[in-house]
């Protein structure tokens, strides 16, 4: 069946450090890749996505690459801000229903000024 | 324009009791699905319901059950309450349109059995 590994957290970083979050999946066929945002007290949000392989997703400074060959969608930001603390989700579902997705664990992300 | 809204927002119940959550789909929406948070861990997706049907079901037992109704909202019930049972419970709508990718997540109702 699918599965989404993360990287285990908590992770904590300065202001304007350089983030990473490790993300590998396995699945049968081609399935779309998320990541998704939640922050205290609210619901997940959907921070970026792709749906083929090499495909870039990207918001709000966040991206992160579908690699086939690794099985993986790792999420990176340049510069990270405070407001970016919470916890970071990656998911995959089939191309025909997102409503059925296979999340991660989650990372939290602490920023400290 | 509401997004998902879900309710109650907390709950406290105690073991062997049945209980119902409630989902209203963000607007425009017309599927509903359901997830299971455990503490620390990601959602585990429950089952997903559409055209009033059970379309989908993830790896959970009868004892949980749902119900969407003709204005697209939805329930979730949860008989014979196990400790196991408690946990933050998510409702995603979304469209099932061209773009049917893009997941609507709700705050959640936090379910505590006792």
């Known amino acids: 069946g699918n599965s989404v590994t993360q990287m285990e957290g908590p992770v904590t970083l300065s202001e304007e450090a350089f983030l990473t979050i490790n993300c590998t999946y396995t699945?049968?066929?081609?399935?779309?890749l998320f990541w998704y945002v939640q922050y205290p007290g609210e619901g997940l949000q959907l921070l970026l996505k792709?749906?083929?392989?090499?495909d870039k997703g990207s918001n709000k400074g966040f991206e992160a690459t579908y690699r086939k060959e690794t099985t993986s969608f790792h999420l990176e930001k340049g510069s990270v801000q405070v407001s970016d603390s919470a916890v970071y989700f990656c998911a995959l579902s089939d191309n025909t229903n997102a409503g059925k997705s296979t999340f991660g664990d989650g990372t939290t992300l602490t920023v400290k000024p | 324009d509401a997004g998902v809204t879900q309710s109650p927002t907390h709950l406290i119940k105690t073991r062997g009791q049945q209980v119902t959550l409630r989902c209203s789909p963000k607007?425009?929406?017309?599927?509903v699905s359901w997830y299971q948070q455990a503490l620390g861990q990601g959602p585990q997706f429950i089952f997903q319901?559409?055209?009033?049907?059970?379309?989908q079901r993830g790896n959970f037992p009868d004892r949980f059950s749902g119900h969407q109704f003709p204005n697209y909202s939805s329930e979730l019930n949860v008989n014979a309450l196990l400790l196991g049972d408690s946990a933050l419970y998510l409702c995603?709508?979304?469209?099932?349109?061209?773009?049917?990718?893009?997941?609507?997540f709700g705050s959640g109702t936090q379910l505590s059995v006792l």
């Open positions: 995603a709508s979304s469209y099932q349109g061209v773009n049917n990718e893009k997941l609507f």
């Open positions: 319901y559409y055209e009033e049907e059970e379309r």
């Open positions: 792709a749906t083929k392989a090499d």
């Open positions: 607007s425009g929406h017309d599927t």
């Open positions: 699945a049968t066929g081609y399935p779309s």
